[in-house]
């Protein structure tokens, strides 16, 4: 079946600008996860959302960052006013808890936007 | 001091070679220990697990756990270059924790 899709696949963005990142989860998924990879470092969790509970926003990074997911599907990351230190690739994953195939809670993860700002 | 600690490398070894990644942690917590393998430009995706401690063994790929000592690492048998790629250990505590810890990730390049 299709798996996690993230668009764009590339973005470039002056600095300043607001830009938004689009994730679309495996159909089903009830959790969806947002990371930031950046050259050198690991994943940073940014956000997660599960089913309907308030979604964790421990891991953003400043309150430019907001993250909405809509009817339990297609989630979008916004940055505003970006910074050249925003520059990274920006991860989504979905997770199905039934635990099929194991182990449960496993995440899959879509191509990642690399996003640069100039 | 990190959950995860993971050496980043680079690591290049020649086609043929013995591939040993590690990974050690701090919470003996953790019950659950995957390998995730990243391909450049592409997203992570899962490529072993083990519950709790001992080896599991996929073709020329090896799992192993070490809980006495935090220590898991994963071996690759006669590695080839579509082995090249960066591999993250990734840990999940249980009793329904979804949260997962990853490792930073080492770089691993199998020359031909």
């Known amino acids: 079946g299709a798996g996690v899709s993230q668009s764009p696949s590339n973005k470039v963005t002056e600095k300043g600008k607001d830009v938004e990142l689009r994730c679309d989860p495996i159909?089903?998924?009830?959790?969806l996860y947002w990371y930031r990879q950046s050259l050198g470092q690991g994943l940073e969790f940014l956000i997660y959302?599960?089913?309907?509970?308030?979604?964790?926003k421990s891991g953003l990074p400043s309150d430019r960052f907001s993250a909405e997911r809509t009817g339990g599907s297609v989630s979008t990351l916004t940055i505003q006013r970006t910074q050249q230190e925003d520059s990274a690739v920006y991860l989504c994953?979905?997770?199905?808890?039934?635990?099929?195939?194991?182990?449960?809670?496993?995440?899959?993860f879509g191509p990642g936007t690399r996003l640069t700002v100039l | 001091q990190k959950e995860v600690e993971q050496d980043p490398g680079p690591l290049s070894v020649p086609e043929g070679a013995i591939v040993s990644l590690n990974c050690t942690y701090s919470?003996?917590?953790?019950?659950?220990f995957m390998w995730y393998r990243q391909y450049s430009r592409k997203g992570p995706e899962l490529l072993m697990y083990?519950?709790?401690?001992g080896n599991k063994e996929d073709g020329r790929f090896t799992a192993q756990v070490d809980k006495s000592s935090k220590y898991i690492s994963l071996f690759i048998r006669d590695s080839q270059p579509s082995d090249s790629a960066t591999y993250l250990c990734?840990?999940?505590?249980?009793?329904?924790?979804?949260?997962?810890?990853f490792g930073k990730g080492t770089k691993l390049t199998v020359n031909p």
């Open positions: 990734v840990l999940r505590k249980g009793g329904g924790s979804e949260k997962l810890v």
């Open positions: 083990t519950y709790s401690s």
């Open positions: 919470n003996s917590a953790f019950q659950y």
């Open positions: 959302f599960q089913g309907n509970s308030a979604p964790d």
């Open positions: 994953a979905s997770t199905s808890i039934s635990g099929i195939p194991p182990p449960p809670y496993t995440q899959y």
């Open positions: 159909s089903g998924h009830t959790a």
